[in-house]
Structures are given as structure tokens and as C-alpha cells.
């Protein structure tokens, strides 16, 4: 297990909106510079104007909301929210640990919610990025929400081929060339999702759900809920070792 040392609109479009009043703050920046350079009558006024615009964005993520296949909690919800089994996975995708976890179990999961046996939400936080030399961990799980936005139907296929291929802690992390490629290998083809990977419109977000997500006691990944009871048994680690786990929580 990797310890940790140290929730209404969509989360997603919440996200965007305020990487969007970012750049508009940027832009009205340097629009006054440049008002500044042409004319030095009313300099006071445009930074003024600058300055009030500025106060009004944010570069924090707004709380998040339900919708779509992302929870109020920032989860990654895959199957039927009615299920009788709810099965939530916190991971950070630079973990090895969790790599094994997904190793062992990801088609376990993969099947239980294709076959409405259970709904699986993944928790991916980025608390891991001091194990690469680029911020892989909050890259990556910026691509998570990317990828779940544009098509959840693919999104366990994309989790499993980027444990496959996690690189190793202490070292670059994949880049986000390499990240897009792992995309489209796994079909997520629309241009946006490469913009979205590139663009890293959700990091603040990831930030926040990281924050949150520590603040409420999770102290290692993988941490493994079934029912919102923490599973601490070797199943996490055994080979299907959560489909009998599931099916008697279904009982």
C-alpha cells in the first residue's frame, strides 16, 4: 500500500468555467499593458478595471456538484448508481501499489459493473507527484477526468492500460504526448480529449478533490471501500480476489 503523508452544477464544466475565467483574466491583463504603452491618459483607470476583473476570477476550483459520470465527491462513477453494491477505489495513478490492485482486480471490477452486479467509482487523487521529475500524478489524473468526460464507456479499458504502462517512481513521468497516445490507443479519438490532456483545465479541481479526499481519512492507496466499509483483506491484492467479495456483499 502507498501511504498518504500528509461533494448543483457539473464538477467538470465547474472546472472548465474557472480555467476559463483565468485565461480571460490574463487576457484583460495584458489588454491593459498594452492601453498603458499606447496612451498614458487613463493608465489608472484600465489597471483599475484590471485589477477589479482579476478579483472576480478564480484559480480554484469550484466545489464540486453530481452530474454525468462524475459524483459530488469527484468519483468516476462506471455501471448502475442503483446497484446493490457500490465499490469506491482512491488511487493516484503514479502508485505501484495501485498498479497491482488493478493488476489483480481491474477486470474483476470491469465485469461487475458491466454486469450491473455492482457501480465502481474511482477516486483518482494526485498526491504522488514529488515521485516523478514533470507533476506526472496530477497530469494523469487530469487525463482521468479527459477521458471520463468524453466516453466513461472506455474509461476502465484507460485506467487498466495506463497502470500497464505507469512509469517508475523517482523519474520522468509519461509526457503528455505520451498520454494522448495511450488515449487513442484505447479509442478516445476526438481532438478535444488531446486539447484537455494538453490544456490541464482540471488541475485546480484535482487539487481540491485531493484535499478532500486526505481530509477525510483515506491514508493510503489503494484504499478500497465496498458499501463504504473499507476492505483491508488480502482480496485487494489476490487475483479476483474482490469478485467474491462482491458477490456476497450482494447477497
Known sequence: MTTVSTGKQNPLAAAEAADKR????IQIGVAGVLVALVAAIGVGIAVNRSDDDSS?????????????????????????????????????????????????????????????????EYQVISFLDKASTNQYSSRAANASFCVAKSD???????????????????????????????????????????????????????TQVTQQTLSSGVESTPSVFINGQLNQTDAI??????????????K
Open 22 to 25: 483565468r485565461k480571460i483574466a
Open 56 to 120: 472576480g476570477s478564480s484559480s480554484v476550483a469550484q466545489l464540486p456538484a453530481t452530474g454525468g459520470s462524475v459524483t459530488e465527491t469527484g468519483t468516476v462513477r462506471i455501471g448502475d448508481p442503483n446497484a446493490k453494491v457500490k465499490v469506491r477505489v482512491v488511487a493516484d495513478l503514479q502508485c505501484p501499489a495501485c498498479k497491482q490492485f488493478e493488476a489483480a482486480n481491474g477486470e474483476a471490477l470491469a465485469k461487475a459493473a458491466a454486469d450491473g452486479t455492482a457501480v465502481v
Open 152 to 206: 466513461p464507456s472506455k474509461y476502465q479499458t484507460w485506467l487498466q492500460t495506463m497502470f500497464a504502462k505507469q512509469p517508475a517512481e523517482g523519474g520522468a513521468g509519461l509526457s503528455n504526448e505520451q498520454l494522448v497516445q495511450i488515449a487513442t490507443e484505447v479509442g478516445y479519438t476526438d481532438p478535444a480529449v488531446a486539447t484537455c490532456i494538453n490544456d490541464k483545465p482540471y488541475n485546480d479541481y484535482i
Open 237 to 250: 491484492f489476490t487475483k479476483d480476489g474482490l469478485a467474491s467479495v462482491i458477490a456476497d456483499a450482494a
